[in-house]
């Protein structure tokens, strides 16, 4: 495996490291019952247990099995119930069918985990120095795996809750914050030079084989918004009717509109929607988030946009949305702000492959080259994403019509 | 509610049979945990939690919202969530997304159990001589149909589990015995006379409005088996290209047949199939059930076949399904037998109204009469039926493609 | 083959009735250009063209390839074409594909039907006495079912000339009339004892298999009015909100009206029909049929009903429909009227079998018998049904969804 | 309308290019019948009668309406059937349904076509110069839109015959040449230098908006293969298990070659087909085309594939797709051929903007723009493209599942 650069740190900290992760993913899955953690959704979203055990699958596969000697599996049935896509690794259980395994139980999953972990920790504190290239990439490849994961848990769940008409809140608004708002100063427009940049990861540190090479890109003059736009100005498009004007889309995003009954956010709740009556909720847009139903917030970011909401509010607000390197260029621009810990930013840009562009070696190759089509890059984090995990050339990607991401925009234009 | 001829037993042996009863529901799940309890396989079956709390709104709508003054609902969400069917009481959640519902998490469905049975007693107990009839049918009604729900509970959460690659079981064989086997004798052919016979509820007693009025009906000579069809003799069937063979089947069964894939019954494992590597089963037929995976039984009755199977296999055998009104008539036949407490017994017969059929009357009007098109009548009962539950006249009903219930067959011909 | 004591016209009269049958199909055809005759808008119609061969195909397969010595098929490629559904005949051409057979051409379909005309001509002016009893069935079976397609090439047109928005006319209203219409009496309850009645065909002449064996049933007393639904009865149906009471309506019914946006009959255009703005309609009801488009005439029979319609309206109307057995025991009833040459007429009775059926032996086995299951009976004809082809005991059938057939009703009662 | 430095021919020449062009459409449908010309065989296809009328709806709509006064419309309710996704001119007929227009027919097609001919004529015969700059580039734009068509003619009928189990020929071999193959050189890799390139049509002359703004682009050193894959080369990677390996496909590529069963391209015939029988062909591929069923040509391109299936091959050859700007900077390098005329050539590049890209104006700004998300660049043109209707800057595109063109590949890698 020929990861970037990837930098050394002692075991000790690695597995301090490892055990912090490992640590947060339980965390996130606290205040989930058994039952919660067992559902799925819909095909794209997993059940947080199968999370759990994903994750911990993927170290027992890709680090314990070929470099712990002794290593044996903890039950010869996981690796066909927690393999995701891994065609080398052998079949798997269908994706749509995850919310089906009540069994192996919580506990069990549990039990998992902390077999692996031992397992991992132990190898981390006898790994010789020779062994050490061969090993550290694999850890550190699965941190950043899980993560990935750490998001989804909380993405996937909230799609789970938001189909359940109680509207349950995954966590209560008492507790520790995950609130988008900030309270923005007005848009200011940027202007942007045209010229020559580079592009993907610089190195040193950990990125995925889909941020490189670096190489160099030619930009045009533009200018970038200095925020996000928010749900304040969202609420303005709605008003104007944007979800009824096709002039305003791309067609395929029309098409979707017209199929599935768009009219708002997926998460936004009119006055009259059935389920706000035993919210007690009074007039304007209700948002159903992680801590349940809540006003709408018009300084927070607009999140669960489709890639089509936000070129078609791009094309209301007469302006356009970022290419990828636009926004790779502007990330340490002066005076911008909300490029991280907010919502993920759709670009203008289609997931192709970097120039150059190799995947990783050996099972890892499948991990983000064959999903290199009909997919969009966004670029920034979220609040769902876990402290550390961002970088300015990371490249995060969905299909045009996902909405279950806290995925939002912020505008360009041309000069 | 003009329910046929009810017997009235006195308040305390009312209140008796309703504890049983619901007991029993909670005794039937018992062996599965809150995670088991909240999935749901296919849009036709339901998770165990929901059956615990659909039976108890029934009582709390039909019986105590009604008859018990001053009764507050336990949850004012309740009734959108778990009413089933029925129109008259207003929209409901979406059949398919059952398995969505984590919350109400099982404990609160436990209390809302406790909540209603505590005050269906207290209406038992302080009814007046007045009002009983009115009350004693609802109660009576509720009971049957709760244990409706008891048998769906089994043939649901088999269907579940049968999902899981892992294959676990509703309880280990050691447990008190589901066992379907019993060794029966040869078949022998009854030979039973034409004419005119009575066919429906008798009275006095229970029954449901499907089930009357009584009326007369005519038979030709014809004889029926003394047994069912087993899955040694289903086993032939199979061996001889039974599913192979278009001349055998219906055209729609023969359509579904392809297109479904179908090669033996839903929870027939083959020698080679790939979920039987971890359970170290050596050749030759297994079958899925309540205890797991075990060797197919010869003499047991076949079960879980769709109409579709039962009338092939009976083209296959050079017979015919008898019709209901030919099984009801040989119910006390001399030398009949596994008439009861086996499987629910395919019939000849579409599920039509008898003539002068009316159904209850007020909400329980849409009980049975609204699906009279488009299923076919089954006779008899189930390893997984209630006892007390089943009756010669019971009229059981499902659509002819339907696999996951516990159905299987007894062969009848022309004289 | 063994059908139910035949008549043995002489062979000229049969060679005089084959030339006649075969004829009036291509006059049906007569006003359909070749682009009309090749579509197919739906899996369950068929283009003209198709009808056309398969009519004749059937012929070449039962009759000229068995008894002709010495016939060749005319095209080796059009059994594999031509086949409907007959599984022991072989593979055949995908049925929702028939539209893309753009070839053969109509001129050889009409080439096709010209060489097995002649063949079969031949055949019958030179059959010997001993080869008759072989012979003579099988081309009555063959006139039989062109009479069948004669029908499906009205309603199969009138379906796909309904899916272009320009509603073309099938047949203009000055050419001869196809028209539904005549000035009923007021309704009449004719009231009926109950007791034994035979039913069934009861022979001499041709019936279908599924008519046999003529067999005792016991019917009971009831009232079936003189005369079918007619569009002004339907009419006020729809204004009190027929299609929006659920408790009018079986399950799968509802369900049905809801996922198709059911509002009125298939053909009914509202006032405001987008489609209509060519075509000068002023006000009410308009009626899209054979001869285009025409205001709703009150006194017409309502025509293209489902059975799910059907039975919501006589229960609208406090009523049922009539079973089978009561619609056949009514047939010659004084003072009955419209029971031929109207529409179809759903009765109560699902479609199976009679007591003691057997289907027809060889090939035809598949013609009737292997679609009893999940349809309904009609009785009576249609204004679709060739002349000489209706009977008493005729037993037609279709899913209980099906539109496009000329299909009504007549109401009954318990008495 | 704002077009990109339109050349301004005469007005005679330009009458001239209209009579040429129109012409040439009738002469690709000469060799159907109106039942050929009426089928439409998937949704993504239409009928050849469809393609008549909307390429000749589109001159009434966007010339003749606002430019010729006193235009009357050939028939009111055409607009609603010819439109294909203009949403700001109206609603339309939907496109799955295309194949159900038996009416208007062919003839009136035919009329329309005369009709709308004459009056363009005439304008263009009677223009001021001061209208020329208005009515120019729409003439223009119209023709270079019906090019597009008659590509599009051939394709369709192409697919709709592929589907009849007959495998009639569009035009017999013995007709005017449609032969993609010619005997191409052994491959030989193009180095070429990486750089600043500028890309997008550079006038004069018409050029469609997703072609503009002109444009610098970076390149990195690489080499394009000189000719195109063919026949010979692709059978090899189907030999070696091409269509087995999920290694070598992207993930949606993988998944659709499951769902749907790839084996070889989708007019390739193995020599067990059934439908070969009546073709008398003997051993190896065949190859259904414009000319009907023919042995493959090893060194004909490689047509009809999709770009999973080209990206796969291109993995399998140690290679990879070359990227839009990479095909227009080799257009005239040394030693390259088969750019044009052949089949399109899938790029790795997604249909993205190009920066600065406005659409035009008016009506037409639903030309391309709003198709830009989930599709890919093919570049070059193919043996069904119109004489002159190629140019290097010419950007086509499709979904990457798309099989019905002429799209194939040339290999491009990194150096």
Redesign the interface.
Known sequence: MNLIQPAAPAAEELRERFRAVRAHTLELAAPL???????Q?MPDASPTKWHLAHTTWFFETVLLQPHASGYRLFD??FP??FNS?Y??LG?R?PRP?R????????DEVHAYRRHVDEAVLALLGTASEADWPAIEPVVTLGLHHEQQHQELILTDILH??S????L?AYRPASGPALRLASVPPPVRWIERPGG?VEAGHPGPGFAFDNETPR????L?PHAIADRLVNCGDYAQFIADGGYQR??L??????ATVQAQGWRCPPYWLGPDD?RLV?HGAAGGWQVFGLHGVRPMEPEAPVAHLS??EA?AYAEWAGARLP?EFEWEAAHDAPGISQMHGQVWQWT??????Y??FRPLAGVA?EYNG?????Q?VLRGSSVATPAGHARPSYRNFFP?AARWQFSGLRLAK?L
Chains 1, 2, 3, 4 share one sequence.
């Open positions: 019952s058994a039952e919660d953690q067992c559902i959704s010869q049935r066909y119930l896509y065609e080398a079949p259980h069918q919310g089906l395994l009540t069994r192996p139980a919580l789970a809750l189909c359940n008409p109680v349950p020559v190489h160099a890109t030619l045009r096709p002039d889309w791309l067609s395929d995003g029309w059935p035993h890639f089509y070129a290419t203008r840009s289609s997931y192709d492959p120039p150059g190759a064959k999903f290199m089509v009909g969009i045009p041309d």
